[in-house]
């Protein structure tokens, strides 16, 4: 799954980690604060450096593993998240 997926999935999720399905909105905003209940992995993109998809990423990895990925990426000429290179975070 991908940074939309876990934010729907994480929007739903309880305590104990079951999910609830259901049909709405979230602003739900994942940072490295938070404590990831349903998700333990996804597929991403790159993301441009501002984009809140990086303070997902935070969620499952410490920011500056994300930085150094994301810097040797760019150095590779890895392709924006549209049209290129996936990354796998477990």
Do not use: C
């Given at each position: 799954?991908?940074?939309?997926?876990?934010?729907?999935?994480?929007s739903?999720?309880?305590?104990?980690?079951i999910?609830?399905?259901?049909?709405?909105?979230?602003?739900?905003?994942?940072?490295?604060?938070?404590?990831?209940?349903?998700?333990?992995?996804?597929?991403?993109?790159?993301?441009?450096?501002?984009?809140?998809?990086l303070?997902?990423?935070?969620?499952?990895?410490?920011?500056?593993?994300?930085?150094?990925?994301?810097?040797?990426?760019?150095?590779?000429?890895?392709?924006?998240?549209?049209?290129?290179?996936?990354?796998?975070?477990?």
């Amino acid at each position: 799954m991908g940074t939309t997926v876990v934010r729907a999935l994480e929007s739903v999720v309880d305590e104990r980690g079951i999910v609830t399905p259901g049909h709405g909105y979230t602003r739900l905003h994942i940072t490295a604060t938070h404590k990831l209940k349903a998700a333990d992995g996804l597929l991403t993109g790159l993301h441009e450096p501002q984009a809140s998809h990086l303070d997902l990423l935070t969620a499952f990895l410490p920011a500056s593993v994300i930085h150094d990925a994301y810097e040797n990426a760019v150095e590779m000429k890895y392709l924006w998240h549209e049209f290129g290179d996936l990354n796998l975070i477990i």
